[in-house]
């Protein structure tokens, strides 16, 4: 993906975007497959923009287990939370899953206008309250996902959320990943899943590619039926 294609350049004009990226000192980084942008303990002190590949957010408890946060594709921004927020160090850590390459932008660029109260800067202040208030639905739908009720209706509603109708779908996470998001086990994500398939709800083929057969039966799932 191209810089100019980011979410936080929309309505841009280019020339705007090379000034934009001028005045917020921004810089594009490659990292390697397992290399931290940032480990847990590290100061915010930038804002992250995926241009290619995918970064896993990732959290370290008391105990030293490690819990799963979220993955970030391409296109999407990191780090937010707790730049914005002041905290003197990361919540979570941010490695990349494979060769990424990031646009990193200087936390000073958010806080005030330029001094010569460039309009650029100002669209791209809008564009990231835009980008807050995305990332601020997708919390929700993710609490509602934990509180919806049983696995098999959590399982059923993020099935549903993921395919937008669609019969065929790719998970976008291996079955441990997933699992941790869904917050339960492996083997008891699994055991709903071949229930499902028994019951004719859907099919499984290689490890991420799933068939929806019966929308009415994983809606009736989802509600309790």
Not at 112 to 119: P, V
Not at 125 to 152: D, P, S, V, Y
Request: charged share 30%.
């Amino acid at each position: 993906m191209k810089v100019e294609k980011l979410s936080l350049f929309q309505n841009l004009t280019e020339d705007e975007i090379k000034r934009s990226l001028i005045c917020s000192k921004a810089y594009v980084k490659t990292y390697g497959k397992d290399e931290y942008v940032f480990r847990q303990e590290d100061t915010p002190e930038h804002l992250y923009f995926i241009l290619s590949g995918e970064v896993e957010l990732g959290q370290i408890n008391a105990l030293g287990k490690q819990n799963y946060v979220d993955f970030v594709k391409e296109g999407q921004g990191f780090g937010e939370v707790d730049l914005f927020l002041e905290h003197e160090s990361y919540a979570y850590f941010a490695a990349a899953r494979k060769e990424t390459e990031v646009l990193a932008v200087s936390r000073h660029f958010f806080y005030s206008t330029c001094e010569k109260n460039c309009a650029h800067h100002s669209k791209i202040i809008f564009n990231m309250m835009r980008l807050f208030a995305q990332e601020a639905e997708k919390n929700t739908k993710k609490i509602h996902l934990l509180t919806c009720g049983t696995l098999r209706q959590r399982i059923a509603y993020y099935l549903t959320d993921l395919s937008a109708g669609r019969e065929e779908m790719r998970l976008p996470m291996n079955r441990e990943d997933l699992a941790a998001y869904l917050n339960t086990t492996r083997p008891s994500l699994s055991r709903e899943l071949s229930w499902m398939q028994d019951r004719g709800i859907l099919t499984i083929t290689g490890r991420n590619h799933v068939h929806i057969i019966d929308f009415d039966l994983l809606q009736d799932e989802l509600e309790g039926m």
